[in-house]
Nanobody, 123 residues
Framework: VQLQASGGGLVQAGGSLRLSCTEPRRAFSNNAVGWFRQAPGKEREFVGAISWRGDRTSYADSVKGRFTVSRDNAKNIVYLQMNSLKPEDTAVYYC?????????????????WGQGTQVTVSS
């Protein structure tokens, strides 16, 4: 079973959603985990990432202050809390396990990808 992202859905602008990323039967506690998104007709873009211990996070400017990445290594799960959602946040969101303990903004730095979960924000 591969990396799984879940929690997407339809929400009104200003609302919140929490996405989850987990990988059954395979721990990623020694790796950073990143979130990316891809809107229709656009290239995939970096959203945020969290280091293996959860002590470092990084975000795209477009989501800074609204989105928060967190993790619970005991449960092998990473979250993306999305607040104050905007219609331009509409996209398929993917989680990915980084090659090492610290993740960057470049998708080449990630070696396993989830199947994606759709987030739609209505105006």
């Amino acid at each position: 079973v591969q990396l799984q992202a879940s929690g997407g859905g339809l929400v009104q602008a200003g609302g919140s959603l929490r996405l989850s990323c987990t990988e059954p039967r395979r721990a990623f506690s020694n790796n950073a985990v990143g979130w990316f998104r891809q809107a229709p007709g656009k290239e995939r873009e970096f959203v945020g990432a969290i280091s293996w211990r959860g002590d470092r996070t990084s975000y795209a400017d477009s989501v800074k202050g609204r989105f928060t990445v967190s993790r619970d290594n005991a449960k092998n799960i990473v979250y993306l809390q999305m607040n104050s959602l905007k219609p331009e946040d509409t996209a398929v969101y993917y989680c990915a396990v980084a090659k090492g303990p610290y993740g960057g903004t470049d998708s080449d730095g990630y070696l396993r990808w989830g199947q994606g979960t759709q987030v739609t924000v209505s105006s």
